[in-house]
């Protein structure tokens, strides 16, 4: 099933609203949500998919899942052409209820955005080698949203943010936010890396005690 998109020129505030006024039923599959962004797409969709991770809402077991498809519209991004969604993963249905606290809390979130972005910093969305490499960053942003680190805290926010910024500087031509964008991709990364050398670290603290605890009982 192709995805079909007509022109407009609303705001991410009211498209956001529309949509959520447009979902009905118990659930709704993540193709018809996109079907429902309108226009401003795959970008809006990735903006979407990550609002459960800025906001205290919660949708269960989505973080692989979406994380996931917003890899792939990153590589659609750098590639310059729509991107493949496999059919199992568009077909994921995600219950309404579950949906529209994420929507109400997301829509302000967007009305804020609404208010400072513009096309500005053209250099860094206005020619093609740019924006793959815009992409490339968009993407590696959603690997590290796909990391299996939601019980530690911000582990899903900070990628979140630098998906958000990317979607934001590359839908609107923003370059302020492009650089936004990869400050907490950066951020993420250094975030990350300390939190391996703490386990490391916290790894080595217990073979070192482990080690103590026969020499100690020998002593005995």
Known sequence: MSVQFQDTQKSLSQTLNDVAESVTGESITLRQLLMLVGEQGLLLFCMILIIPFLLPVSIPGVSTVFGLLIVLIGIGVTLNRLPWLPNRLMERSI??????????????????????????MLALTNNAVTNRINGLALTFSGVLLMAPLSLIPFSNTIPGI????????????????????????????????????????????????IGIVPSFMSVL
Not at 99 to 117: Q, S, Y
Not at 189 to 194: C, D, K, Q, T
Request: glycine share 10%; proline share 3%; aromatic share 10%.
């Open 162 to 209: 630098a998906v958000l910024f990317f979607a934001v500087g590359l839908l609107q031509r923003d370059g302020v936010f492009i650089l936004l964008g990869y400050a907490a991709m950066i951020g993420t990364v250094i975030y990350f890396g300390a939190l391996a050398l703490a386990a490391i670290a916290m790894g080595q603290g217990i073979s070192s005690l």
């Open 95 to 120: 219950k309404t209820a579950d949906l529209r606290p994420a929507f109400e809390k997301g829509a302000n979130l967007f009305a804020r955005l609404d208010r400072i972005i513009r096309p500005r």
